[in-house]
């Protein structure tokens, strides 16, 4: 078992900056890769982000390519999302998640992830 925290999420103004953390415990030897979901009201929750844990490779969504950066450290078992150029429509909840096997699919799909965290909230104003 992985177990994942999410935090970093809040209230930000249109245009505005939020870095969002997940720290992973456990059986973390058997991530493969970490990635970045996220689920706003009455939608479907959509992939974000994913990076390989050891080789740091990393895959977007279009609609935050240029926008969000992913990142791990892996000496604190912790991956990051740094949100920038925040619009409303990015507003979500946002999860992180772990996969033990490289993804099928091209985004990833979430089903492809085997633990997940709680969710941190996030609201961009306009």
């Known amino acids: 078992q992985v177990q994942l925290v999410e935090s970093g999420g809040g209230l930000v103004q249109a245009g505005g900056s939020l870095r969002l953390s997940c720290a992973a415990s456990?059986?973390?030897?058997?991530?493969?890769?970490m990635g970045w979901f996220r689920q706003a009201p009455g939608k479907e929750r959509e992939f974000v982000a994913t990076i390989t844990w050891n080789g740091g490779n990393t895959y977007y969504a279009d609609a935050v390519k240029g926008r969000f950066t992913i990142s791990r450290d892996k000496a604190k078992n912790t991956m990051y999302l740094q949100l920038s150029s925040l619009k409303p429509e990015d507003t979500a909840d946002y999860y992180c998640?772990?996969?033990?096997?490289?993804?099928?699919?091209?985004?990833?799909?979430?089903?492809?992830?085997?633990?997940w965290g709680q969710g941190t909230q996030v609201t961009v104003s306009s």
């Open positions: 998640a772990v996969a033990r096997i490289s993804s099928t699919y091209v985004p990833p799909t979430a089903r492809e992830y085997d633990y």
């Open positions: 456990g059986r973390t030897f058997s991530i493969y890769a």
